[in-house]
Each structure stands twice: as structure tokens, then as C-alpha cells.
């Protein structure tokens, strides 16, 4: 037991544990403090390593760093090694928090860059719950936050799958949630809609408006060419455009 500062010159070994401001130590090396604090600094211009080393079977943790309250692990950074069954020299980080006291992993990193949200084995750059599969997450979607200025809407736009029970499920869903909301296409080099060109746009009605922010009707086209619209077949034979109402047909040969 050491009181008071302390100053050791050259190598230091410790059989047993390591308790700063405690006489018990719980664990090799403890610090007990209203504020402690652990601080690697260089006395050069080489960056300094903090490393957790271990040698386990592949795809297992090599080292993690816990966050308890009350001795109860609420998340942790998972460091693991590759599943190759040769080296193991790839690795992969596994983030995990809990909502009960019991941790789960909610993102990983793998050793290619890939990014998986509540998915250990994304198949792409960024990946949103589990490709394929029987189980389902509500929370499997983007929602885009607020980029202007404005407070009044909280109802954000979002991207997603979508389905419904006996339907394909593998659908694409982009919706305004706005009840005045509107999707709206735009194209150009310039960056953050600032100054590219809105080509297209679906209003909160389901009217469509082509080179037009206010369709007028369900399908409104605006150009100032002679050729707005043009019907092609690959095929010998007419084009037919087909007109509607709730009882009867009526055709149009081109």
C-alpha cells in the first residue's frame, strides 16, 4: 500500500491487483475518484496506443469497453476478429445498448466498411435491418430530419419498404407524411436543391406535375417545345391510348 505520490523509475511489475484511491480493487486495475480520469499523452510526435490483445477462435471478441450504471452494463464497443478460420487478422465492430439490462448489438462495422443498423451481415454500404428474413422491425426506415428553419411541421418525409399482408413485400416506399407535404424530383450539378431544377413532383392529392410546381390536373405537363409527350412501339402495328370512365371504354389509334 502506497500513500502519497509516488515515483517509480524504469519497469514496474504487479502480482495481483491494481486499486488507485481504493484498498479493494475489484478488477486488475482500479481507480476509485469523483473524477477519474486515465491519460495516455506522448512525449514525441508518435501518436500513443491504447490495445486490446487476445488471441480467441474466429468471429469472437478480442476486447470490448463497457459502460455500467450501477454495475449494470448498459452498452459497450465490441472489438472483434475475422471468421476466416486462418488468421483471423480481419476485424469488425459491434456496438451494443441496452434497454433493459441486457445488451444488444444495434450496429456493426464489418472488415470491408460496411454498415449495418440492427444487422451483423449488411450486404451493401448501409444496410437497415436484415435482408430477407420472417422478421419484421417497424423501425426499418430512414426518416429525414428537419433542413430548414421552419418548426411547424413535425410529420418528416422517410424512405422505406413497404407492403401489406398478401402483397409483394419487397416494395419501395418514399412518402411525404405531411398532410400538405409533396415529393418532389429535381436533377442539375448544384448541391442541396439550392439551385438544381425541380423536373417533377407528386402534391399531398396525387396530382403530377412535369416541369410545373402546381399541377392542375392529375397528370400536368409543361415544356416549351412543340414535342411534350411521345407514345412508341417496339412493334409493327398502332399505338392505343386508352380513355375510361366507370362504365365504358373509348379508344384513341395513333
Keep these: 500500500t502506497v500513500s502519497g505520490a509516488a515515483d517509480v523509475g524504469g519497469n514496474l511489475t504487479v502480482s495481483g491487483t491494481v486499486g488507485i484511491g481504493t484498498t ?3 478488477g ?3 481507480i476509485l475518484s469523483t473524477t477519474p480520469d486515465i491519460r495516455l499523452e506522448s512525449t514525441t510526435t508518435t ?7 487476445s488471441d480467441r477462435d474466429p468471429d469472437e471478441t478480442l476486447g470490448r469497453i463497457r459502460a455500467r450504471w450501477n454495475d449494470t452494463i448498459v452498452a459497450e464497443i465490441d472489438f472483434r476478429n475475422g471468421d476466416d478460420g486462418a488468421n483471423e487478422d480481419n476485424g469488425e465492430i459491434a456496438f451494443k445498448t441496452a434497454a433493459s439490462g441486457t445488451t444488444t448489438e444495434v450496429l456493426r462495422i464489418t472488415d470491408i466498411g460496411r454498415v449495418g443498423i440492427k444487422d451483423d451481415t449488411p450486404s451493401s454500404a448501409l444496410q437497415i435491418g436484415p435482408n430477407g428474413g420472417t422478421g419484421t422491425d417497424t423501425d426499418n426506415f430512414i426518416l429525414f430530419g428537419r433542413r430548414t428553419t421552419d418548426t411547424t411541421e413535425t410529420n418528416m418525409p422517410f424512405i422505406g419498404q413497404c407492403g401489406i399482408t398478401g402483397e409483394n413485400t419487397a416494395n419501395l416506399g418514399l412518402g411525404a407524411r405531411s398532410t400538405s407535404g409533396s415529393v418532389r424530383f429535381y436533377t442539375g450539378s448544384a448541391s442541396a436543391f439550392t439551385a438544381a431544377q425541380e423536373r417533377m413532383r407528386i402534391e399531398s392529392g ?16 409543361v ?13 409493327a402495328g398502332n399505338c392505343v391510348i386508352e380513355y375510361a370512365n366507370n362504365t365504358s371504354l373509348m379508344y384513341a389509334g395513333l
Design 24 to 26: 479493494n480493487p475489484t
Design 47 to 53: 501518436a500513443p496506443d491504447f490495445n486490446l490483445c
Design 206 to 221: 396525387g396530382d403530377v406535375g412535369i416541369n410545373t410546381t402546381d399541377p392542375a390536373t392529375r397528370l400536368h405537363v
Design 28 to 30: 486488475s486495475f482500479h
Design 223 to 235: 415544356d416549351g417545345n412543340a414535342n411534350i409527350l411521345k407514345i412508341e412501339r417496339t412493334t
